[in-house]
């Protein structure tokens, strides 16, 4: 199994600022099967970027991924005042499927 | 409006059973993989089963094996997961996602969630 370890835990940063979160996984992912998500509080999670570095449909351009191999990236390069949540990272190349524990952010 | 909506959450005592489903709409739910997600209170995402367009390939987290049951009704648009021998640590909001067409099959489309509490 393919553990994810997202660091740092809670990140305080302020509305436009840059964002940088990380996240390693244990063994080598695929990056066509990286994904990232943006989780509020109450809401299901939704989809930012996939294949490691491709947004999905609707995100910002300020959002983007980067990575290969077992250390990946998101950067959000100016912060919004919604951008502030939870995003978690998801390898996907196989059973079983794994997550990130997750990296908050918030205003400092 | 491309939605997933679940219902079928509740209470139930350890040891019980439910049946959560998933209805689709806005899209063609029969040419897309489905999965069932889950978090716990205060929690991350725990990925809890996979089922194929055709239901060809059905996948369990080894957390819920031999306990959970995925399944899909293509011609209601619905998913589902029965639960038995539930624990107290299956509670958790369900969540049920879907997967993206062509080669990257990342979690697109997600549901609202449904809550799950096990508990005597």
């Known amino acids: 199994e393919i553990v994810l370890t997202q660091s740092p835990g809670t990140l305080s940063l302020s509305p436009g600022e840059r964002a940088t979160l990380s996240c390693r996984a244990s063994?080598?992912?695929?990056?066509?099967?990286l994904a990232w998500y943006q989780q509020k509080p109450g809401q299901a999670p939704r989809l930012l970027i996939y294949g490691a570095s491709s947004r999905a449909t609707g995100i910002p351009d300020r959002f983007s991924g980067s990575g290969s191999g077992t250390d990946f990236t998101l950067t959000i390069s100016r912060l919004e005042p919604e951008d502030f949540a939870v995003y978690c990272c998801?390898?996907?190349?196989?059973?079983?499927?794994?997550f990130g524990q997750g990296t908050k952010l918030e205003i400092k | 409006e491309v939605q997933l909506v679940e219902s079928g959450g509740g209470l139930v005592k350890p040891g019980g059973s439910l049946r959560l489903s998933c209805a689709a709409s806005?899209?063609?739910?029969?040419?897309?993989?489905m999965n069932w997600v889950r978090q716990a209170p205060g929690k991350g995402l725990e990925w809890v089963s996979f089922?194929?367009?055709?239901?060809?390939?059905?996948y369990y987290a080894d957390s819920v094996k031999g306990r959970f049951t995925i399944s899909r009704d293509n011609a209601k648009n619905s998913l589902y997961l029965q639960m038995n021998s539930l624990r107290v640590e299956d509670t958790a909001v369900y969540y049920c996602?879907?997967?993206?067409?062509?080669?990257?099959?990342?979690?697109?489309?997600w549901g609202q969630g449904t809550m799950v509490t096990v508990s005597s």
């Open positions: 063994q080598s992912v695929s990056s066509t099967y």
């Open positions: 996602a879907r997967v993206q067409l062509g080669p990257f099959a990342a979690f697109d489309i």
């Open positions: 806005g899209f063609t739910f029969s040419s897309y993989t």
């Open positions: 089922i194929s367009s055709t239901s060809s390939y059905i």
């Open positions: 998801q390898q996907y190349g196989g059973s079983p499927y794994s």
